[in-house]
C-alpha cells in the first residue's frame, strides 16, 4: 500500500503543479494555440500578397502538410485520451463496486478503497457518512487532476510541437521551390527573402513554444524518472499475487510510457525538422543563380546550422536520447527495490 500510495500521490503532486502553471500562463496558452489553430504564420507569408504564378501550387501543398501533421496529432491525442481514461476508469469503477459489494454484504471489519490509492482518512469511522463520502470525494478530485491535467497539458504540447514541424517543412518547402519555373528569374532573390522572413518568425514562434513548456517540463522529466521503477516492482508483485494491480500497472504503463513518448519523440522530430533547412537550400537549383541569390541562400544556411531541442530547464533536452536514459534509470529502480524487498 505505501509503494501505491507514494505513486499515486506523486501523479496528483504532478498534476497539481501542471494545472497551477497552466492557471497562471493561459493567455501564453491561448495565445499560441490561437496561432496554430488559425494558421497564422502560414497566412502571413509575403509570397501569397505577390502576383508570382507558384501561389496556387503552394498553397496546394502547404495544406497537404498542415493536414497531415494535424492528423498525426489527432490520432497520437485521441490514444492518449483513451489510455488516460481507460486507467481513471479502472481506478474509479473498481473502488466504487468493490466498496459498494461489500457495503451490500455487511462485510465486518472491511477497509474501504479509494478511487484514488491511498491511506484512508477517517479509516477509524469506517463507511459512515459523512467520512466515507468524504474520502470518496478527495480521492475522485485527485483521480480527475491526475487524468486531465496530464491530458491538457500534453495536448497543448503536443498541438504547439506538431504544428511548429509544419511550419519548418513548409519552409523547406519554399527553399526547395526557389528555384522553379513558376518563380520568374527576377524576383527570386525577393522570393528568399520572403523565406527569410518566414524563417525568422517560424524560429520565433519555436522559441515561445520552449520558454513556455522550459521549466515546467521539469517536473514531467523528475516524475518519469521515478514513476516508472515504482510501475514495474508493483507490476512484477501484481503478477505473482494479484492479477488487477498487474492489468492496472500495464494501463498506468501504456499511459505515462505514451505521454512521455508524445514529449521526447515529438521533441526529436522537430530538431531533425530543422537539421533539414540547410539541405533544402543545397537541394534547389541554387548553381544556376545569380551572385545575389546565393549569397542571400548563404545567409539562410548559416542562420539555420544552429542546433535547437526543447529544453527541460537547464538540465537537459527532448530527444531520444533522454527518454532512452529515463527508461534505463527506471529499469536500475526496479531493481534496487525488487533486491530491497527480497533482503
Not at 26 to 31: E, P
Not at 140 to 150: D, K, R, Y
Not at 228 to 235: D, Q, W
Amino acid at each position: 500500500l505505501t509503494l501505491k500510495t507514494s505513486t499515486t500521490a506523486l501523479q496528483t503532486t504532478t498534476g497539481l503543479i501542471k494545472m497551477a502553471y497552466m492557471l497562471f500562463t493561459q493567455h501564453r496558452f491561448h495565445k499560441l494555440l490561437r496561432k496554430a489553430e488559425t494558421h497564422e504564420l502560414l497566412q502571413g507569408i509575403e509570397i501569397f500578397q505577390t502576383d508570382m504564378p507558384i501561389k496556387t501550387t503552394l498553397k496546394k501543398e502547404i495544406n497537404a502538410i498542415m493536414e497531415i501533421n494535424w492528423k498525426q496529432a489527432r490520432g497520437q491525442l485521441l490514444f492518449t485520451l483513451g489510455t488516460c481514461v481507460c486507467i481513471m476508469s479502472n481506478y474509479f469503477f473498481y473502488a466504487f463496486f468493490k466498496n459498494l459489494y461489500n457495503l451490500l454484504q455487511g462485510t465486518p471489519n472491511y477497509v474501504y478503497i479509494l478511487p484514488f490509492t491511498g491511506y484512508p482518512m477517517f479509516l477509524h469511522k469506517g463507511m459512515a457518512s459523512p467520512y466515507y463520502a468524504m474520502d470518496m470525494f478527495f480521492g475522485a478530485c485527485s483521480l480527475l487532476v491526475a487524468g486531465m491535467s496530464a491530458i491538457s497539458f500534453q495536448g497543448c504540447f503536443l498541438v504547439l510541437c506538431k504544428h511548429s514541424c509544419g511550419l519548418v517543412q513548409v519552409l523547406c518547402l519554399l527553399l526547395k521551390r526557389s528555384t522553379s519555373t513558376l518563380v520568374p528569374k527576377p524576383q527570386r532573390v525577393e522570393y528568399l527573402r520572403y523565406c527569410i522572413v518566414q524563417h525568422q518568425r517560424t524560429l520565433e514562434f519555436i522559441s515561445e513554444v520552449n520558454e513556455l513548456f522550459r521549466h515546467i517540463c521539469l517536473s514531467q522529466f523528475l516524475h518519469s524518472l521515478a514513476i516508472y521503477g515504482f510501475v514495474l516492482f508493483e507490476m512484477n508483485f501484481g503478477l505473482e499475487s494479484n492479477k488487477i494491480t498487474f492489468i492496472r500497472m500495464l494501463m498506468y504503463l501504456c499511459a505515462a510510457t505514451t505521454g512521455d513518448c508524445m514529449h521526447y519523440v515529438n521533441g526529436q522530430f522537430l530538431a531533425n525538422e530543422l537539421e533539414k533547412v540547410p539541405l533544402a537550400c543545397y537541394n534547389c537549383e541554387w548553381y544556376h543563380e545569380t551572385d545575389a541569390f546565393k549569397k542571400t541562400l548563404r545567409m539562410i544556411i548559416m542562420r539555420s546550422n544552429k542546433k535547437f531541442c526543447f529544453q527541460i530547464s537547464w538540465f537537459t533536452v527532448m530527444s531520444l536520447a533522454t527518454l532512452m536514459g529515463i527508461f534505463k534509470a527506471s529499469g536500475s529502480y526496479f531493481v534496487l527495490l525488487r533486491d530491497i524487498d527480497e533482503t
